[in-house]
C-alpha cells in the first residue's frame, strides 16, 4: 500500500529562522513527487515537481530537493506571508494512469 | 487563480441527501481528478476522468459517482449523504491521462453534512 508521511505535523518559526520540511513515501510506480501550499479554505497551489534523486528545485525562499525515499523542502530566511499548509504528493502510476498521493501536509506558521 | 472552477462554494444538507458538486476544468485540459479533504485524512483521490471516460478509481465510496460530459465538465455525485461526508471536496485538472504535468486544483465545495 502506498503510504506517505510528513514531518513535523506542525512548526512554528520566527520570522528568518531557516528549517525544513520532511517527506517520507513508500509507493509503487513512483513518476514523480509533487509539492503543494495549501492556505486555510483554499485549494492546493502547486509549487515543485521533482523526478529524479539528487534533483532540486528553487523558488523564492522554497528549496525541493529529492532522494530515493525522501523529499526536503527548506525554507530560508521565512516571512509571515509563508505561513501556510506544505503537502507532499508522490504521483504513482496504475494501469496506463497515475494519481497523486498526499501527505497529510506540515502546518507552517512564521511569526513576525 | 488556477482557472479551474467549482460550484457551488458552500453547501449544508442533511443526512441522507443527494447533492451533486460541479468542476469545470481549466481550458485544454481532459483530465479531472477528484479529491476528499477531511481534517484526518488529508487529501484523498476518489476518482479520475479523461476525455468522458473512466480512468482510476481510488477511495471513492459506491454512494459516491461521478462523470464528465462531452463540454469536459465534470460532476460527482454524493447520495445517501451521512455526518462523515462533510469535507472539502476538490477537483483538479491536467492536460494529459498521465506524464509529465502537474495538477492544478480548484477553489473547493465545502460540504456540511447535518
Known amino acids: 500500500e502506498d503510504q506517505v508521511t510528513q514531518s513535523p505535523e506542525a512548526l512554528r518559526l520566527q520570522e528568518g529562522e531557516s528549517s525544513s520540511l520532511n517527506c517520507s513515501y513508500t509507493v509503487s510506480g513512483l513518476r514523480g513527487l509533487f509539492w503543494y501550499r495549501q492556505d486555510p479554505g483554499k485549494g492546493p497551489e502547486f509549487l515543485f515537481t521533482?523526478?529524479?534523486a539528487g534533483e532540486e528545485k528553487e523558488k523564492e525562499r522554497l528549496k525541493a530537493t529529492l532522494t530515493k525515499k525522501e523529499s526536503f523542502l527548506h525554507i530560508t530566511a521565512p516571512k509571515p506571508e509563508d505561513s501556510a499548509t506544505y503537502l507532499c504528493?508522490?504521483?504513482?502510476?496504475?494501469?496506463?494512469?497515475?494519481?497523486?498521493?498526499f501527505g497529510k501536509g506540515t502546518k507552517l506558521t512564521v511569526n513576525p | 487563480d488556477s482557472g479551474v472552477t467549482q460550484t457551488p462554494k458552500h453547501l449544508i444538507t442533511a443526512t441522507g441527501q443527494r447533492v451533486t458538486l460541479r468542476c469545470s476544468p481549466r481550458?485544454?485540459?481532459?483530465?479531472v481528478y477528484w479529491y476528499q479533504q477531511s481534517l484526518d485524512q488529508g487529501l484523498q483521490f476518489l476518482i479520475q476522468?479523461?476525455?468522458?471516460?473512466?480512468?482510476a478509481k481510488g477511495n471513492i465510496l459506491e454512494r459516491f459517482s461521478a462523470q464528465q460530459f462531452p463540454d469536459l465538465h465534470s460532476e460527482l455525485n454524493l447520495s445517501s449523504l451521512e455526518l462523515g461526508d462533510s469535507a472539502l471536496y476538490f477537483c483538479?485538472?491536467?492536460?494529459?491521462?498521465?506524464?509529465?504535468?502537474?495538477?492544478?486544483f480548484g477553489p473547493g465545495t465545502r460540504l456540511t453534512v447535518l
Open positions: 481550458s485544454g485540459d481532459l483530465s
Open positions: 476522468y479523461y476525455n468522458g471516460e473512466e480512468r
Open positions: 504528493a508522490p504521483r504513482t502510476s496504475q494501469g496506463g494512469s497515475e494519481k497523486l498521493v
Open positions: 483538479a485538472s491536467s492536460p494529459r491521462l498521465a506524464g509529465g504535468r502537474e495538477q492544478f
Open positions: 521533482l523526478y529524479s
